[in-house]
């Protein structure tokens, strides 16, 4: 869609978790053109993992409006609204649903938005299969030169266009450099939804850390939580560390934390986690990084990837003191940019991006590589997950797809997802605990 003459774009984000919406509205704002304002409209995908409030706060992102949908209702809007730019801040099969739905959407409309989707953070796991469902988007970001490679790799290998990939990095990066020891000296242990999963290894984890408190006194030592219970994130946790360590009698100078990385790595001195984003940012800013390997360098864990990176250690060796040096070639793959080029990281999808918005005439039709014809035993179970059929078009007796929902249908809607999210987080553990007896 042309600019406009106020150089203002419009940009709509679409996101299923808390995670996503912050890598979403942060990437909306990275990518616009530096001498352009942007409004952002929200939509949250309707799921188990629909940011609450206080989640939606700690991200500090503002949206101009934000709102509660279902993939239907999304594609029912967006053919109403006249956007310049559609960021997708969605799991693979979302993205996939979506695309598949907005090319049935845009096909009687002259013009449409230019279609951006990518990945929240690392990419250690389903690599093929994440990016093969966002195949067909204009951009599709990736977070490091690592990761860019790896991708046209992929499409290039299947046969698929492999243009859209576009090289950025994570957008949540910045804050001021590590300056030195803060009074008093901080230890942040930034911990994950589902990683590792199991009590055992969890309680083990926390009682490193709250032995860790002990054995240094004159520290502060910080659990760094995402959630707080009943919540859900991008995975769900069934085991919240604040549970656990209401059996434990921690010191004085142990504390949980809540509230924005960025915040908290202002005061941080030692960043510990298993293998969290968070340590991307950390290094982004020199802060002294650790990625355990207590509970062994494993797929399973996401630790894998920072094989190479100088970062892997165990508590044992923090508590003799031990800090590890980053290498600094695999942290400028990484897209971490501790170098200074962050400022010049997302030119070349801010070019992209307004070459598409430039380009005289329609913009081409969106062309997934999964069809009916490539995947007819995969694309419509995909679809039919957010009540669309193989034409990207509602499936009968898809929920509101021709009305916005009433005050009633939003409360019974409300109350229906408390009760699944209970179950996920309550009933499901119990249930699975039971049957290991």
């Given at each position: 869609?042309?600019?406009?003459a106020?150089?203002?774009?419009?940009?709509?984000?679409l996101?299923?978790?808390?995670?996503?919406?912050k890598?979403?509205?942060?990437t909306?704002?990275?990518?616009?053109?530096?001498?352009?304002?942007?409004r952002?409209?929200?939509?949250?995908?309707?799921?188990?993992?629909?940011?609450?409030p206080?989640?939606l706060?700690?991200?500090?992102?503002?949206a101009d409006?934000?709102r509660e949908?279902?993939?239907?209702?999304f594609?029912?809007?967006?053919?109403q609204?006249?956007y310049?730019?559609l960021?997708?801040?969605?799991?693979?099969?979302g993205?996939?649903?979506?695309?598949?739905?907005l090319?049935?959407?845009?096909?009687s409309?002259?013009?449409?938005?230019?279609?951006?989707?990518?990945y929240?953070?690392?990419v250690?796991?389903k690599?093929?299969?994440?990016?093969?469902l966002?195949?067909?988007?204009?951009?599709?970001?990736?977070n490091?030169?690592?990761d860019a490679e790896?991708?046209?790799?992929?499409y290039e290998?299947?046969?698929?266009?492999?243009?859209?990939v576009t090289e950025?990095?994570?957008?949540f990066?910045?804050?001021e450099?590590?300056?030195?020891e803060?009074?008093p000296?901080t230890?942040v242990f930034?911990?994950?939804?589902?990683?590792?999963?199991?009590?055992?290894d969890?309680t083990?984890?926390?009682n490193r850390?709250?032995q860790?408190?002990?054995r240094?006194?004159?520290?502060e030592v910080?659990?760094k939580l995402?959630?707080?219970?009943?919540?859900?994130?991008?995975?769900i946790?069934?085991l919240p560390?604040?549970?656990l360590?209401?059996?434990?009698?921690?010191?004085?100078?142990?504390r949980?934390?809540?509230g924005?990385?960025?915040?908290?790595?202002?005061r941080?001195?030692l960043?510990?986690t298993?293998s969290?984003?968070?340590?991307?940012?950390s290094?982004?800013r020199?802060v002294p990084?650790?990625?355990?390997t207590d509970?062994?360098?494993?797929?399973?864990?996401g630790?894998?990837?920072?094989?190479?990176?100088?970062c892997?250690?165990?508590?044992d060796?923090?508590?003799?003191g031990?800090r590890?040096?980053?290498d600094?070639?695999w942290?400028?793959?990484q897209g971490?940019c501790?170098?200074g080029?962050?400022a010049?990281?997302f030119?070349?999808?801010?070019?992209?991006i307004a070459?598409?918005?430039?380009?005289p005439?329609?913009?081409?039709?969106?062309?997934?590589?999964?069809?009916p014809?490539t995947?007819?035993?995969?694309l419509?179970?995909?679809?039919a997950r957010?009540?669309l059929?193989?034409?990207?078009?509602?499936?009968?007796g898809a929920?509101?797809?021709?009305k916005?929902?009433?005050?009633?249908r939003?409360?019974?809607r409300r109350?229906?997802?408390?009760a699944?999210?209970?179950?996920?987080?309550r009933?499901?553990?119990?249930?699975?605990?039971?049957g290991?007896?």
């Amino acid at each position: 869609m042309p600019a406009s003459a106020t150089k203002t774009r419009r940009v709509a984000v679409l996101a299923d978790s808390d995670t996503r919406w912050k890598w979403g509205a942060l990437t909306a704002n990275r990518i616009a053109p530096e001498n352009s304002d942007i409004r952002l409209d929200g939509y949250l995908l309707r799921g188990r993992a629909t940011p609450t409030p206080r989640q939606l706060q700690e991200v500090g992102v503002h949206a101009d409006s934000l709102r509660e949908v279902t993939a239907v209702e999304f594609l029912r809007a967006i053919a109403q609204e006249s956007y310049d730019v559609l960021v997708l801040a969605l799991v693979g099969g979302g993205v996939q649903a979506v695309l598949h739905g907005l090319k049935r959407v845009w096909e009687s409309q002259a013009q449409r938005p230019v279609v951006v989707t990518g990945y929240v953070g690392v990419v250690y796991e389903k690599l093929a299969d994440g990016l093969l469902l966002r195949h067909g988007a204009d951009l599709v970001l990736a977070n490091s030169r690592q990761d860019a490679e790896r991708f046209r790799a992929v499409y290039e290998g299947v046969g698929a266009d492999a243009s859209a990939v576009t090289e950025v990095a994570l957008p949540f990066l910045g804050g001021e450099p590590y300056a030195g020891e803060h009074d008093p000296y901080t230890v942040v242990f930034a911990a994950q939804p589902s990683v590792p999963d199991s009590r055992r290894d969890r309680t083990y984890l926390l009682n490193r850390l709250i032995q860790h408190a002990r054995r240094h006194p004159e520290r502060e030592v910080l659990l760094k939580l995402r959630s707080k219970p009943g919540e859900h994130t991008t995975h769900i946790e069934e085991l919240p560390y604040q549970k656990l360590v209401q059996r434990l009698e921690p010191p004085a100078n142990f504390r949980l934390v809540y509230g924005n990385m960025g915040e908290v790595l202002d005061r941080t001195d030692l960043l510990v986690t298993i293998s969290s984003t968070a340590a991307l940012e950390s290094l982004h800013r020199r802060v002294p990084t650790v990625v355990l390997t207590d509970l062994g360098v494993r797929e399973t864990l996401g630790n894998h990837h920072f094989v190479g990176s100088g970062c892997l250690a165990s508590w044992d060796q923090l508590d003799e003191g031990h800090r590890p040096t980053p290498d600094e070639e695999w942290v400028s793959r990484q897209g971490v940019c501790a170098d200074g080029s962050y400022a010049t990281a997302f030119d070349a999808a801010r070019e992209r991006i307004a070459e598409l918005l430039d380009r005289p005439g329609q913009l081409p039709a969106l062309t997934p590589y999964y069809t009916p014809a490539t995947a007819p035993g995969y694309l419509p179970g995909i679809l039919a997950r957010h009540h669309l059929g193989v034409d990207g078009g509602p499936l009968p007796g898809a929920p509101a797809h021709d009305k916005e929902p009433g005050p009633v249908r939003q409360i019974v809607r409300r109350a229906a997802r408390g009760a699944y999210r209970h179950g996920v987080q309550r009933v499901a553990p119990v249930i699975r605990r039971m049957g290991e007896l």
